[in-house]
């Protein structure tokens, strides 16, 4: 199962892609993530990438590019993976097609969470994330046992991540709309892409993820 998981930041693509990948058992890749911890390690690309991301811009394609390629190197990878905020433009998508074409194994779907906008900035605003395992939680959502720490890192406070405030997300939704929802087209007008409704109860959107993988699923998914 390759698959992409697209959507406006804060539709779920994080929450539904990693209840995904444990249903699937194959990795869930959020360049987000990658990128955040090689911000927090002080790597080469993460002081490079940080500023774009606190202002809630695109970090550049090629670098975006880069990751994906060699994280779809890895080994774990070769059974499948969830792709969570990549891609996010028309370039990153062009470039994923390529390098997948290269492998002879081409995307099955492309899941498109769609939320309306005043519905994502109230969610992002609320989020909370853990450190350490980046689960997010939401007092209005899936709130976590403990207020303001990790289910599982019971010891780990929760933190919000510093694009989450308003200002910011209005910039990440901007440049959703500008950047990555031509993506939608690009990849309905190859069959590959199911919309669905990324608002309601956790348990409720993902049997509609499930549902949209019908005829590619192999065992156990639905
Ligand atoms: P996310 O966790 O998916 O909301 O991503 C957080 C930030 O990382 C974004 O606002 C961008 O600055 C950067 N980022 C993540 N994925 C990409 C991508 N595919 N292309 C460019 N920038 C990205």
Known sequence: MR???????GAGKGTQGRKLAERLQIPQIAT??????A???????????????????????????????????AKDAARGFILD???????????LDAMLARAGAPLDRVVNLTAPTEAVVERLSARLECPV??????????????????DFHPDTALIQRLDDDRAKIQKRIEVF?????????????????????GLGELEDV????????????TGGAS
């Open 3 to 9: 698959l992409v998981l697209l959507g406006v930041p």
């Open 32 to 37: 987000g993530e990658i990128l955040r911890e």
């Open 39 to 73: 911000v927090k390690q002080g790597t080469p690309l993460g002081l490079a990438a940080k500023g774009r991301m606190d202002q809630g811009l695109l970090v550049p394609d090629d670098v975006v590019i880069g990751i994906v390629e060699d994280r779809l190197k």
């Open 133 to 150: 395992c980046h689960r997010t939680y939401n007092p209005a959502g899936v709130a976590p046992q403990v207020a303001g720490f990790c």
């Open 206 to 217: 993902f049997a509609r993820v499930l549902g949209a993988l019908d005829g590619v699923t």
């Open 85 to 95: 905020g990549f891609p996010r433009t028309v370039a990153q998508a062009e470039a």
């Open 177 to 197: 709309q500008a950047e990555t929802a031509p993506l939608v087209s690009f990849y309905r007008a190859s069959g590959r892409l199911r919309d669905i409704e």
